[in-house]
């Protein structure tokens, strides 16, 4: 099929979204529930607010929890359409959600889009554990399209987080290192934010607003 990461592209472009990169499976991807195995992924992102952002200083906010499920369900409609325009190219897709736990003992959903984005050639993995986009830093959500279209993978962006240390000062748990993130620390604290009236969910956004692509 001729020039399909153009189509796609110019597809995700028309819907808003130009963060787009393309790969292989990686073989030692988890994938929960899905059976079928697929060759390729396409990842896409959508940067968030900087306005909303601003409005976090050391906990989330009510409109940054607004703005965070609008962005998962803005990836997730322009997922549904992208994979309907594969499928109508004759090819299989199957999109894994924005953002749906499915292994909720270890808080994993069906693949990890930061693992795939940083195989796609969108980033890096910073000391925070999310991936950090050369322009937006961690300021992007992403949506992961497996399928079995032809194309050739994007190449891996080789970079690191160098003498940046925005996110472990701003972390509210401490729970960023030089050596990267201690999930259960962060996850104690997600839990406490998530008590908070109106917020009844696992989101922070402190080390997302400190990681702004400009270290
Ligand atoms: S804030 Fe700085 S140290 Fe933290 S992940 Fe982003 S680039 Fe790396
Ligand atoms: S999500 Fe919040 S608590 Fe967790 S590492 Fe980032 S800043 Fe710290």
């Not at 195995?37 to 992102?45: A, D, E, L």
Request: proline fraction near 4%; aromatic fraction near 6%; include cysteine.
């Amino acid at each position: 099929m001729p020039e399909i990461k153009d189509h796609i592209t110019g597809f995700l472009a028309r819907s808003g979204t130009k963060l787009v990169g393309f790969c292989d499976v990686p073989k030692d991807l988890r994938i929960l529930e899905i059976e079928e195995s697929f060759p390729r992924v396409i990842v896409f992102g959508f940067s968030l607010s900087k306005s909303v952002l601003e409005t976090i200083k050391d906990r989330p906010t009510l409109i940054y929890k607004h703005h965070y499920k609008t962005v998962n369900w803005l990836l997730d409609q322009t997922a549904c359409h992208l994979v309907r325009f594969i499928e109508e190219q004759g090819k299989r897709a199957i999109a894994i959600p924005a953002s749906q736990l499915v292994d909720r003992e270890h808080h994993e959903g069906h693949a990890s889009h930061r693992h795939l984005a940083q195989e796609a050639g969108l980033g890096h993995i910073g000391r925070h554990g999310l991936l950090v986009h050369p322009e937006y830093g961690a300021q992007v959500r992403y949506c992961s399209i497996l399928t079995d279209l032809e194309f050739a993978p994007d190449e891996k962006v080789e970079a690191d987080c160098g003498t940046c240390r925005n996110c472990i000062e701003a972390c509210p748990a401490r729970a960023i290192t030089e050596d990267g993130v201690d999930i259960f620390r962060c996850y104690e604290k997600l839990e406490e934010f998530s008590r908070v009236r109106g917020i009844g969910q696992h989101i922070c956004g402190v080390c997302v607003k400190a990681c702004d692509g400009r270290h």
